[in-house]
């Protein structure tokens, strides 16, 4: 199975990228770091890891030697990964990289056996109900850390508040729960129910607010983010395509203006066996 993505999707991975970073609990990762195996060097396994986004931030903040193993349907984007992620730790330790094209839902315990961490970022509304349960399982076997960063909830918040936001959100997360090739994705509904499957693993269960904050200094994301999402609005109800129309025309003027903020909400979770 492979999804598809648009041919600007490395452009949006690097647009968003500072705004995960602003995002991402670092509360966390001083978690996470105290839960860490002690064993050298540090085998991580980063999950749909896009061009590296998650590498680059997270191997600085964790100490000692790290294999960083990055996986993505894509290629392209592997190789843009490996060559941007960082060759040192937090202490100078060495950081070394390998990639793995392929589907990460196929991953089997055995591509787990070393694994000190599983993380991802910005993975788990990709996934149908099936593939999280099958993923969940096979992390909380490979027995270490897993942390999941930056997962949509589906709640946004629009300055100033305008009538039509709250039915254009439930438009555009009635998109990101569709069907594509038979696979009914989990969209918003995905880190509640991958905390519910950890739980059910007997695992504790670590859940950080981590929202994208865009005001007028990050104009250019919030311009990207409002296109896509009033795109899917209107690909998934065609009738709002002639009811916002007044719409965007406002939106798009606050935003030029510095005047239009948003608050897109995400999770981190960190599950951790006791
Ligand atoms: C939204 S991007 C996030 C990339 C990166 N983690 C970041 O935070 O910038 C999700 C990535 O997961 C990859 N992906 C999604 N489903 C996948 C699958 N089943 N197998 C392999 N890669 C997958 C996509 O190719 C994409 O690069």
Do not use: K
């Not at 965007?248 to 066996?273: Q, S």
């Amino acid at each position: 199975m492979s999804i598809e993505l648009p041919p600007d999707f490395a452009q949006w991975l690097a647009l968003r990228e500072p705004a995960d970073v602003a995002a991402r609990s670092t509360d966390l990762v001083d978690t996470l770091r105290v839960a860490l195996p002690d064993r050298r060097p540090v085998v991580v396994h980063d999950l749909g890891a896009g061009t590296g986004s998650l590498g680059r931030w997270l191997a600085p903040l964790l100490p000692g030697a790290q294999h960083w193993i990055l996986y993505d349907q894509d290629p392209d984007l592997l190789a843009r990964a490996r060559a941007g992620m960082p060759a040192v730790a937090a202490d100078g330790a060495p950081v070394t990289v390998e990639t793995r094209v392929g589907d990460l839902t196929r991953l089997t315990n055995t591509d787990l056996t070393d694994a000190a961490l599983v993380t991802a970022s910005a993975l788990l509304d990709m996934l149908t109900a099936v593939e999280l349960d099958r993923l969940v399982t096979v992390c909380a076997e490979a027995g270490c850390p897993t942390l999941f960063l930056v997962s949509v909830t589906g709640t946004v918040r629009l300055t100033p508040a305008d009538p039509l936001d709250d039915e254009i959100a439930a438009a555009f997360n009635a998109h990101q729960r569709r069907s594509v090739g038979g696979r009914r994705l989990l969209g918003p509904d995905a880190v509640e129910a991958c905390a519910a499957a950890f739980a059910r693993y007997g695992l504790d269960v670590h859940l950080r607010p981590s929202p994208w904050v865009l005001g007028s200094d990050q104009a250019a994301l919030a311009g990207e983010w409002f296109t896509g999402w009033l795109d899917a609005a209107r690909e998934q109800c065609p009738d709002l395509t002639d009811r916002t129309g007044g719409y965007e025309r406002r939106r798009r003027a606050e935003a030029e203006t510095g005047r239009l903020g948003v608050i897109v909400d995400h999770v981190d979770l960190l599950a951790l066996h006791r």
